[in-house]
């Protein structure tokens, strides 16, 4: 994606937006009339049918998101938090859609981002040791700073700058970290004093319950069944409730609490920076930053473009609006409790069922709102069932890989160790910097000054100033 701009489109892809038969805009009145029904080539049913597809692709976050940031989330122990969790991913994820269907007028759904969270519960909490309501306190700080960044377009202008494969890079070492994880947790690798790592103990129930979850779950994707990384959370989940495994859900239904223990968090943490080393606080702020940059662009772009809202110049119109959209959704949802709020691409299972305005966004809202009454069903999920989709997650951010030059040692070193570091050194962090210094390194090596801007070289010596203050511990 080229330059943004707020711009109306013209829609010279008219042809592309749509096949779907037209219905009269005095047919639905006001609701066709302010989403535009009749501009989009779309009706009342087909953008109802797409809001419930893009929920059920995506509704897989309201049980791991949860998951994931209960192991750093919670107050005595691990899990104590789960429902304020779920509420929080739910209702974070509702504001943000809301905001992208009702001011952008765009089918694209949002919800805390995976690998974000697995950066802000492993490598942030758990690694640094940093407080968790200070770590929200960072994400807070990240979602104002995108506002302002977002204002004034600058977002568009740094994604320019960097290099195509370590955004890629970045997206794939995501993945296998998320899958490293997933394994790690269910049991099917384990620790190994000789190895470091090796197969676990498949005899284990969990574990082998895991395994079948995975073969499930790939059998769904393989079908290309809609919501199959949600059916193979539940299927896995039911094998282990049939099998006694795991306790069946004390109920499915029930009327959701005030998330007391997580609300406004974010605020108090503010006020207990000086427990924390700040360097690492705005390292941290600055991960958050990165990642969330490139994935909502990526995402916009990639779904864009098959919605037919890419202008001939290659430019989304009211781009602003649709990024405003992430930036306040990722300041709301720090105040509730969660991770950083992102576009998903799971948006585009929507459009493929023709959704091309905000109301099949203001759908998915809806129904992420309505979620929040089945959280004693999402709580009987127990926690290795939700291994098989984080597998199958990593598999598709895997796919960027394939769009890194290999052959150009520029690319394929820092792109490879990019990769490799992320699950090896359990930090989204570590696996970036690596990247960063190295890149502008090896292009120097070829001679290829003129193609290195000056914000890359920035960045290298950030992170480089980072290892070093690491190194002599300061």
Known sequence: MNNLDENEPSHPQADSISETSVESPQQHGKIAGFFQFERYQTNLTTEVLAG????????????????ILSQAIFLQESGDLFSELVIA?????????????????????????????????????????????????????????????????????????????????????????????????????????????????????????????????????????????????????????????????????????????????????????????LGDFFAVIFVLLFVDLFDTIGTLAGVSMQAGYINAEGELPKAQLAL????????????????TVTTYVESASGVSEGGRTGLTAVIVALLFVLSIFFIPLLAGIPSFATAPTLVIVGVLMAQNLLWIHWDDPAESIPSFLTVLMMPLTYSIAEGLAVGFITYPLIKAFQGKFQELSVTVWILAAIFLVRFVIMAIGV
């Open 89 to 277: 991913t739910a209702i974070s994820a509702a504001i943000a859609t809301i905001i992208m269907g009702l001011v952008a007028n765009y089918p694209f759904a949002l919800a805390p981002g995976m690998g974000l969270n697995a950066f802000f519960a492993y490598s942030v909490v758990l690694g640094l040791g940093i407080d968790w309501r200070i770590a929200l306190a960072a994400v807070f700080v990240e979602g104002l700073i995108f506002i302002v960044m977002t204002v004034f377009n600058i977002r568009s202008l740094i994604v320019k700058a960097i290099p195509d494969c370590l955004k890629r890079a970045t997206a794939a070492g995501i993945g296998f970290f998320i899958a490293y994880i997933a394994l790690s947790n269910s049991g099917i690798i384990a620790a190994s004093e000789t190895t470091k790592t090796t197969l676990g103990d498949l005899s284990q129930p969990p574990t082998f319950i895991a395994i079948i979850g995975i073969v499930i779950t790939s059998a769904f994707v393989a079908r290309r069944l809609k919501g199959a990384l949600l059916l193979g959370i539940f299927a896995t989940a039911l094998l282990a409730w049939i099998l006694g495994i795991a306790n069946w859900p004390e109920a499915i239904v029930s009327l959701p609490q005030l998330p007391r223990d997580l609300l406004g968090q974010a605020i108090f943490g503010l006020g207990r920076l000086g427990e924390v080393n």
């Open 324 to 339: 405003m959209a992430d930036a306040v959704g990722t300041t709301a949802g720090a105040v509730l409790g969660t991770s």
């Open 52 to 67: 419930v597809t893009t929920f059920m692709t995506m509704a897989y976050i309201l049980v791991v998101n949860p998951e």
